[in-house]
């Protein structure tokens, strides 16, 4: 059975410094769902730590926060979007590929951006994508405020 459902896409600071945000928003257009919210983010430290909050007692959860917030990326921004659609979740899951980009199918978006430094062992993973319904739910409300979410379903 398909679902309508909402997601959460990153565009982290790595594939702006590379300047691919393009190539990727024009993949996931492929994935017929909708666009419903937009925006360029500036991540603060506060944001960067809320969002990986599940994560704050690994040992890479500092390089977490300075990949998001830009530190390790020329100070770059992310881009935040919403899509809506049946399965979206499911749909942008596969199209973004396994965490490791070296595991990545070469088809996925980390497959074919993204890189594993060796000297840092910074995973480059180029977007985040909501893992399930409840953290899609989680982040949207997170990064996005009501208003800026454009939804004609309702």
């Known amino acids: 059975m398909q679902m309508i459902q909402q997601t959460l896409i990153l565009i982290k ?3 702006m410094v590379k300047k691919i945000a393009g190539n990727i928003i024009s993949d996931l257009y492929n994935l017929d769902i909708k666009m419903i919210g937009l925006k360029l983010v500036n991540v603060q430290k506060e944001l960067a730590e809320q969002h990986y909050s599940e994560h704050r007692e690994k040992p890479f959860f ?11 990326h020329n100070q770059e921004n992310v881009i935040a979007i919403v899509y809506e659609g049946e399965d979206a979740i499911e749909k942008v899951r596969k199209l973004v590929g ?10 996925s978006l980390r497959g074919k951006y993204g890189k594993i430094h060796t000297k840092t062992n910074c995973h480059e993973t180029v977007v985040h994508a909501s ?3 409840e953290n899609a739910e989680k982040e949207i409300e997170l990064w996005f405020e009501k208003d800026e979410i454009i939804n004609n379903n309702f």
């Open 13 to 15: 600071p790595d594939a």
């Open 98 to 107: 396994c965490t490791n980009p070296d595991e990545a199918e070469p088809y």
């Open 62 to 72: 500092g390089d977490l926060i300075k990949h998001i917030t830009g530190e390790l």
């Open 131 to 133: 893992d399930s319904k």
